[in-house]
């Protein structure tokens, strides 16, 4: 991914996902119980969906409307087939 208007809150997102789930973990070493991990599990999926979201703004903001510019449907395809992925 290429320095966009985003990226820093896109790392400070992604640690705290990391963060997250190290958390997790450690409480599924400890034995915590099912219902607390599962909330934190749910925690981990938001963070993660809410930096997919930055990411995807990103790059249809740069990219995308510069690969429109210049026809490129090579870079379209490739985003639709990321955008199957990610959901």
């Not at 119980?33 to 990411?55: F, G, H, M, P």
């Not at 090579?74 to 087939?81: P, V, Y």
């Amino acid at each position: 991914m290429e320095k966009h208007e985003h990226t820093k809150a896109v790392l400070n997102r992604m640690s705290r996902a990391i963060g997250h789930l190290t958390a997790v973990k450690k409480m599924v070493e400890e034995g915590r119980d099912c219902s607390e991990v599962l909330v934190q599990l749910s925690a981990v999926r938001a963070e993660i969906t809410n930096v997919s979201k930055v990411i995807l703004k990103d790059h249809i903001d740069h990219c995308i409307v510069d690969a429109v510019k210049a026809n490129d449907e090579t870079a379209i395809a490739n985003l639709k087939g990321a955008i199957d992925k990610l959901l």
